[in-house]
T-cell receptor, first 113, second 113 residues
């Protein structure tokens, strides 16, 4: 298996622009998580899905952030409009029901100027 | 909600010495405690985990101990090597929160040759 796949790996954008991050979980995994990592706040859970349904989005910072999972093999995290304080590494992770281990993707490094 | 603290924030040891990283958690219902290693620019990867019905687990040079009464758990690395240099994150996971992870702030371990 290729593991969790994320794209793009790096994104540089200007303040006010829309940013879309993409994730493909490990095939067969039914949980998908979006995390944000910064030096100040560490690894924060933003939202997670189970069987493509959003279960808990309490970690989403504000209405500028939205996430979707249209099918079992694809999820997006969108920021509109983006701000410099959104600069961070965004990780996607997945796991299988019955197993607690989460497998992380390579991350997307977002820089908003 | 769950709160995870981790100490120390940085740790330097000589190659061959042992390293110990400690974490505390607040939710007595937490039942799964993973440790992730993150090398610079890479994704977090699971190195060892422990469930609440076990007091200690060992895998070659790494071990984890859990004290449920005191609500703390520790990572022990023996015979450290330069490739052990990384940031280590502990986490706690609770059934009522979907077995999601709350991560500690991380410990930067440097193994000096």
């Amino acid at each position: 298996d290729a593991g969790v796949i994320q794209s793009p790996r790096h994104e540089v954008t200007e303040m006010g622009q829309e940013v879309t991050l993409r994730c493909k979980p490990i095939s067969g995994h039914d949980y998908l998580f979006w995390y944000r990592q910064t030096m100040m706040r560490g690894l924060e859970l933003l939202i997670y899905f189970n069987n493509n349904v959003p279960i808990d989005d309490s970690g989403m910072p504000e209405d500028r952030f939205s996430a979707k999972m249209p099918n079992a093999s694809f999820s997006t995290l969108k920021i509109q409009p983006s701000e410099p304080r959104d600069s961070a590494v965004y990780f996607c992770a997945s796991r299988l029901t019955g197993s607690y281990e989460q497998y992380f993707g390579p991350g997307t490094r977002l820089t908003v100027t | 909600g769950e709160n995870v603290e981790q100490h120390p924030s940085t740790l330097s040891v000589q190659e061959g010495d042992s390293a110990v990283i400690k974490c505390t958690y607040s939710d007595s219902a937490s039942n799964y405690f993973p440790w992730y290693k993150q090398e610079l620019g890479k994704r977090p990867q699971l190195i060892i985990d422990i469930r609440s019905n076990v007091g200690e687990k060992k895998d070659q040079r790494i071990a984890v101990t859990l004290n449920k009464t005191a609500k703390h758990f520790s990572l022990h690395i023996t015979e450290t090597q330069p490739e052990d240099s990384a940031v280590y994150f502990c986490a706690a996971s609770t059934p009522r929160h979907g077995q999601n992870f709350v991560f500690g702030p991380g410990t930067r371990l440097s193994v000096l040759p």
